[in-house]
């Protein structure tokens, strides 16, 4: 009985992340992520409703939780949902406009694994 509770647990893919500001934890929908920001130790989670919540973990730890989850690191700042891109200009190297107007940047070497992730997630 407790393998096939803990096959079932495993099998669960979480739609919230923890985040902790303080004294206050806050129980985020993944699909209310709009990017990350990188800010040496700290990451800057931009919110869909507007929110910023500032957060004292790198943003390579949250990469790593966001693995697989639709999230793409675009450059060594960014971390974005794929679900919140609004436009992909290719002028000037390329950069990304999400949802809430944010213009965020991709690195050159970047592109092609990009539009791969982006255009894979659109056709579905």
């Given at each position: 009985l407790f393998g096939k509770i803990k096959k079932n647990i495993e099998t669960v893919t979480p739609t919230k992340i923890a985040l902790t500001v303080l004294n206050e934890v806050s129980f985020i929908d993944l699909c209310e992520i709009v990017y990350l920001k990188a800010d040496n130790v700290y990451?800057?989670?931009?919110?869909?409703?507007?929110?910023?919540?500032v957060i004292s973990r790198p943003i390579k730890e949250y990469e790593k939780m966001l693995s697989?989850?639709?999230?793409f690191r675009t450059h060594r700042s960014y971390l974005i949902?794929?679900?919140q891109v609004k436009t992909f200009s290719k002028t000037e190297g390329g950069f990304i406009v999400m949802t809430n107007g944010h213009i965020v940047n991709l690195a050159r070497e970047r592109k092609e694994e990009f539009?791969?992730?982006?255009?894979?997630?659109?056709?579905?």
């Amino acid at each position: 009985l407790f393998g096939k509770i803990k096959k079932n647990i495993e099998t669960v893919t979480p739609t919230k992340i923890a985040l902790t500001v303080l004294n206050e934890v806050s129980f985020i929908d993944l699909c209310e992520i709009v990017y990350l920001k990188a800010d040496n130790v700290y990451t800057e989670f931009y919110l869909a409703n507007k929110d910023m919540r500032v957060i004292s973990r790198p943003i390579k730890e949250y990469e790593k939780m966001l693995s697989g989850k639709d999230f793409f690191r675009t450059h060594r700042s960014y971390l974005i949902n794929l679900n919140q891109v609004k436009t992909f200009s290719k002028t000037e190297g390329g950069f990304i406009v999400m949802t809430n107007g944010h213009i965020v940047n991709l690195a050159r070497e970047r592109k092609e694994e990009f539009l791969k992730a982006w255009q894979g997630l659109t056709l579905q």
